[in-house]
């Protein structure tokens, strides 16, 4: 085994201004987890737990290695792109496995598979709600992919603090391709609306320590705290059918009752454009606060427990 220490490097990845790494390699063998944050701009409340993370580990107390990928999407970070890499306006987590001679986003994907993913056992991915997106604490997994792994990771993601966790067959993003290769692979959502706070970045590296400990990877501190979390394997993700003004009449967390009105569209003039019911029994994960809405944009994502869902997770 190569001799414990922290490692701090840039991922140089051609065409792209690559991502930045903190390679933590324990005193002990163990398994390799990749903490990664920044797949989306404008979601930092996981960039800022990541910083604080790093710093404060001590390979003494690691078993096994961590790599902390800071920031996935570096160029959206510092546009301030909401939620694209903004050379190709493409989802960096609708990209997996990407391209290593494609457009920036396949190219930063095809490096996370290939360098980063190809070395781990297990992957957390931190998220947030975007510029316009308020959303309550979640967690996702990917739940057809490969039924081991499914079960590895829905036991993982109940150590993060936070009350569900949502079935997702999406296969091309960072945590749900770890799944399609039989890793464990985690996202939570943890912050809202393009915005970090001290309290969020605390709470989200709270979440990964805990996490890590469950893992065995992390060897300091308490036992680890696994949470009462409930899955919910149906979900529905709306998006607006007219561009408009946006009226929402719940919040995240709300409970939501089959065929209730969550939300109008309206134009200038007050007409009603779109009128938005949930579908069936439901809590609503997150939703687009900001007034102006565009054709085709999120609204809303509500999840229950009744069905498996037979919609990927979009974003």
């Known amino acids: 085994m190569k001799k414990y220490g922290k490692f701090h490097k840039l991922l140089s990845v051609p065409g792209t201004e690559g991502i930045p790494l903190t390679v933590v390699q324990g005193a002990a063998a163990g398994r390799t987890v990749l903490v990664s944050a920044g797949v989306h701009s404008l979601e930092e409340v996981g960039v800022q737990a990541l910083i604080r993370l790093a710093a404060a580990m001590d390979p003494a107390h690691v078993a096994g290695r961590i790599l902390f990928a800071h920031c996935c999407n570096l160029s959206g970070f ?37 360098r980063l993913l190809s070395l781990s056992d297990a992957v957390i991915d931190l998220h947030s709600g975007g510029g316009y997106e308020a959303l309550l604490p979640h967690a996702y997994i990917q739940a057809d992919a490969d039924p081991s792994a499914a079960h590895r990771s829905r036991e993982l993601s109940a150590y ?8 997702s ?65 149906r979900a529905e993700y709306a998006v607006a059918g007219a561009s408009g003004c946006w009226y929402p009449r719940k919040k995240p967390g709300d409970l939501l009752i089959s065929g209730e009105i969550i939300g109008e569209i309206r134009d200038f003039y007050e007409t009603t454009l779109q009128v938005v019911r949930a579908r069936f029994d439901a809590v609503l994960l997150y939703q687009t606060v900001s007034l102006a809405i565009r054709k085709g944009d999120p609204m809303v994502a509500y999840a229950s427990k009744d069905a498996p869902s037979p919609d990927p997770y979009p974003f």
């Open 78 to 114: 510092f546009l301030h792109s909401n939620g694209c890499v903004p050379s190709d306006g493409k989802n960096l987590n609708h990209c997996l496995p990407g391209a290593p001679d494609g457009t920036e986003a396949e190219r930063l994907a095809s490096a996370i598979v290939n």
């Open 160 to 167: 993060a603090n936070m009350p569900y966790c949502v079935a």
């Open 169 to 233: 067959s999406l296969r091309d993003g960072l945590y749900s391709y770890a799944a399609v290769l039989g890793k464990t692979g985690v996202l939570i959502e943890r912050g809202q609306c393009g915005t970090w706070s001290d309290a969020e970045a605390e709470a989200a590296a709270q979440d990964v320590r805990n996490m890590l400990r469950f893992l065995g990877v992390l060897r300091d501190g308490p036992e680890p705290v696994r949470y009462v979390q409930t899955f919910l394997p």
